[in-house]
């Protein structure tokens, strides 16, 4: 290439990478090009080169693709969010499904898992194999949690908004279109009350200032508001007087202060002070009430979270007597999904807060046929399975992005639970995941995206897992050549295996 660094070049846009960078391709030298759409034509400017791809800024689209939609963020560039505002939503369903297919084809190794299209599904009982992605009807404000840094400008002024990609440069937006209209007026108060008071935004390159976070949540269904400040520090000067201007926010429930003094990129810290209210809201997602914490992990988008749900309880195939072990359940939001339909479901979380959260759930649900393990996947099931002997008829298991320790899938396969259930945040380590089980006894049965993060290019799957049994079996011809090639003859054999082990 002739190319060199801050050089213009024209070049069409041909696919897509799994961090939704457009990519094209100039007499076999590939580039990747941020903020552009299959089908586009554009101007790009280089910026990093390597022998055999390169890296290159969008200047200007000169020939938009049909996929192509004018981003409604004034910010979309800049800010590290969203990564598919540029690209209409049906091709963004297009564009994750494929993502996750490829995935379990290219690393998996599911080559016989068929496709099956939207009117299959609504032509009766649901087929098995790869499903359509479950989308959503209006993909704007579904966002039921923002976290918003704070900091100071060139001029000197606060400012909070969002990191811009790759960076920890702050890019001022008080009203982002995923988030909640309510997140715009608490940060006015925030800043409004912080210049008065002469509070100042954290600096983390100097570990000096006191406002560094702010995390808002609300519960969609109940309408409730929490905010949490996250200061480096034990008190806000006159904090009293902020939470009694954001007590006036209809809905607002909580507010506190979250103690983070570590030099650290880490958001929250351990300990929360209450200045108002209980410390918690409460939100539904279906029939099932939780009580949300600042320190809770708990699904971004409720909509879509009880459709990914009430597939992963579909999934599981429950009819009142089997026993259900929840791995990394959290705050035990799918357990108690479960629950409703076990005999008895154990769930396991290395967060004790979080457990602590789960059990103060079960018993706001009044159920008493779930039990809630603190520690680490791979640790307890093996113990609870060699030591204690608890069975389990369904393993369900929803993993962080590195996906499952492969002692906890070892320890799944010795269970011998008859399906297995795998909710995933990340459809490459999944695939590995699948390839193990798939190895080992377990055949992928239903596979179902759920797109809970529109304009970005995250995706949750649900997968159903069934074992085989010995009666599974394939049947095999295997061609031999004759040994003595004057004969010239061929002996054909069919051989019964047990698919379990093929």
């Not at 377990?442 to 995206?449: A, I, L, P, Q, T």
Request: hydrophobic share 40%; net charge neutral; proline share 4%.
């Amino acid at each position: 290439m002739d190319l060199k660094k801050n050089d213009i070049f024209t070049v069409a846009i041909e696919d897509m990478s799994d961090d939704g960078a457009g990519i094209g391709r100039q007499d076999g030298y590939i580039w990747f090009i941020k903020d552009t759409v299959i089908g586009d034509r554009v101007e790009a400017r280089v910026m990093k080169m390597k022998k055999s791809y390169g890296f290159a800024r969008l200047v200007k689209v000169t020939v938009p693709s049909p996929a192509r939609s004018e981003p409604l963020c004034s910010v979309a560039r800049q800010c590290g969010g969203c990564q598919l505002q540029a690209m209409n939503y049906e091709e963004q369903l297009k564009f994750k499904e494929n993502k996750v297919y490829n995935n379990l084809l290219r690393i998996g190794k599911l080559d016989g898992l068929p496709r099956v299209t939207e009117d299959v599904c609504r032509a009766g009982e649901e087929p098995e194999g790869f499903l359509p992605i479950m989308g959503m009807e209006n993909p704007w404000r579904y966002r039921n949690k923002a976290q918003f840094p704070f900091g100071t400008d060139k001029a000197g002024r606060i400012v909070a908004g969002f990191y811009a990609g790759r960076t920890h440069d702050i890019i001022p937006q008080a009203d982002c279109l995923l988030g909640v209209e309510e997140n715009q007026r608490i940060l006015k108060i925030i800043i409004e009350f912080m210049e008065e008071h002469h509070v100042k935004a954290y600096d983390e390159k100097f570990h000096q200032g006191l406002v560094r976070h702010v995390l808002i949540r609300k519960g969609f269904r109940t309408g409730r508001l929490m905010v949490c400040l996250v200061i480096n520090g034990r008190e806000l000067p006159c904090q009293d007087k902020l939470a009694k201007r954001l007590e006036r926010v209809e809905g607002m429930t909580s507010i506190s202060l979250c103690v983070n003094m570590e030099k650290t990129n880490v958001i929250m810290g351990e300990e929360v002070i209450s200045l108002f209210g209980p410390g918690y809201i409460e939100d539904y997602i279906g029939d099932i009430k939780y009580q949300i914490s600042p320190l809770s992990f708990y699904q971004v988008n409720p909509a879509q979270t009880e459709k990914l749900y009430r597939t992963a309880l579909e999934y599981a195939g429950l009819t009142g007597e089997e026993t259900v072990w929840d791995l990394y359940c959290g705050i035990g939001t799918i357990s108690l999904f479960l629950a409703q339909k076990a005999k008895r479901v154990y769930g396991v979380e290395v967060v004790p807060q979080a457990i602590g959260d789960a059990r103060k759930n079960a018993a706001l649900n009044g159920m008493s046929n779930v039990e809630f393990f603190v520690g680490r996947a791979e640790e307890v099931l093996p113990e609870a399975y060699e030591r204690n002997q608890i069975h389990a008829d369904v393993i369900v298991v929803d993993p962080p992005r590195k996906g499952c320790d492969e002692k906890c899938l070892e320890t799944i396969v010795k269970m011998a639970p008859e399906r297995v259930v795998y909710v995933s945040c990340d459809s490459a380590t999944l695939a590995r995941d699948l390839k193990y089980l798939c190895g080992r006894g377990y055949e992928v049965r239903k596979v179902r995206c759920c797109d809970m993060f529109p304009a970005t290019v995250h995706v949750e799957t649900v997968v159903l897992l069934s074992k085989l049994k010995p009666d599974d079996m394939v049947e095999i011809k295997v061609d031999l050549g004759g040994v003595d090639a004057a004969e010239e003859t061929k002996a054909a054999y069919t051989i019964n295996i047990m698919a379990a082990a093929v």
